[in-house]
C-alpha cells in the first residue's frame, strides 16, 4: 500500500528558509508523479510545485524563484526547498503522488496523501 509521510515544517521568521520531505512507502518514487500542496485556513487547497516521473517542473506563479522541487529516488523522498519565505506562505503543506506520468496541480489527479506538515511564517 502506498503511503505518504510529509516532514520539515515548522515556524521560522519571514526570510527565512525550510526544507520539507515526503517519504514514500510502498512503492518507488522514479515512477510517481508527485506534487507538494498548501492550504491555509478558509483557503481552497492550492498547487505549490510539481514533478511528473519523467522529471518535468512545474511551479506556481507565487513560488517561482524562491521554491524547489526535487526528489532522491534512492531515498523514496521528495523534498521542497523553500527560501525567502512570506506570511502568506504559512499553511498545511501536503505531498501527493500518482503513477500517471503528467505535471499537474489539479488535486483530483493524485491519488495518494499525506497527512501534511505545519509550516508557519511570522513576520
Known amino acids: 500500500q502506498v503511503h505518504l509521510v510529509e516532514s520539515g515544517g515548522g515556524t521560522v521568521q519571514a526570510g527565512g528558509s525550510l526544507r520539507l520531505s515526503c517519504v514514500l512507502s510502498?512503492?518507488?518514487?522514479?515512477?510517481?508523479?508527485m506534487a507538494w500542496f498548501r492550504q491555509a485556513p478558509g483557503n481552497v487547497r492550492e498547487g505549490v510545485a510539481a514533478v511528473s516521473w519523467a522529471d518535468s517542473e512545474s511551479y506556481a506563479d507565487f513560488v517561482k524563484g524562491r521554491f524547489v522541487i526535487s526528489r532522491d529516488n534512492a531515498k523514496n523522498t521528495l523534498y521542497l526547498q523553500m527560501n525567502s519565505l512570506k506570511s502568506e506562505d504559512s499553511g498545511m503543506y501536503y505531498c501527493a503522488a500518482d503513477r500517471r506520468n503528467q505535471v499537474t496541480f489539479l488535486s483530483t489527479f493524485y491519488d495518494f496523501w499525506g497527512q501534511g506538515t505545519q509550516v508557519t511564517v511570522s513576520s
Open positions: 510502498g512503492t518507488t518514487t522514479d515512477r510517481y508523479s
